[in-house]
């Protein structure tokens, strides 16, 4: 298997038909073999119903669940260590980045990189909507104090495109423990720690109006998982 891609979703009835229908078609002009693994978060709408009809007409769809809702890390996870791709990416079920980057990302692990990873925040970052400015500059300071803590020198970690060559992404992941939205800094600063090679590529991008993340609440257990990260890296 030279491809997977492994796609959280959870309440997404209303864009997950519409995202598989791009994604497996671009991946059928391809000339590599691939599985989509989909996790089904607990959704309390009709996204697993709607899954499993789409199960029956693409045979490399993989439908999994969680019996409640874990978080976006932890369905992560367990999508990544179900795959049997050379090459695991991970993406959004909204597509805010648009499937037909992943040649971009690829491109860099093919390169000798381990790992590749969208950024937004790139000059050469294209950026056809905006999100709200409150939310930009929420990220624009949650990234600084990244930096800070935890000296990860991206621009962009929140990105929700990313790429790994398997045993990259088998070591990051089988060390990691962040189950919600912090989950990717914990990888980054995980591949830090162990030396992996990551690449910060610049991709399309466009805000989705619809975003899961709770200004208040999530931001404030974001910041409390990057205080637990540099405080076990100081024990350990």
Known sequence: ??????????????????????????????????????????SKDKTLNLLSKYSQ??????????????GKGFSVKKGVLKSKGDIILFTDADLSTPIEETDK????????YQIAIGSRALPESQVEMHQRWYRELM????????RVILNLNYHDTQCGFKCFKRDAALEVFQSSKVCRFSFDVELLFIAKKQDIRVKEVPVRWYNSPESKLKIVRDSSKMLWDILKLRFNNFRD
């Open 57 to 70: 007409n693409i045979h490399n769809l993989i439908v999994l669940r969680n019996g409640r809702n874990q």
């Open 139 to 146: 990220g624009k300071t949650f990234n600084k104090i990244i």
């Open 1 to 42: 298997m030279y491809l997977s891609i492994v796609i959280p979703a959870y309440n997404e009835e209303n864009r997950i038909g519409t995202s598989l229908t791009k994604i497996h078609s671009f991946l059928k002009k391809q000339n590599y073999d691939f599985e989509i693994i989909i996790i089904d978060d607990g």
């Open 105 to 112: 990302l690829i491109g860099w692990i093919k390169n000798g």
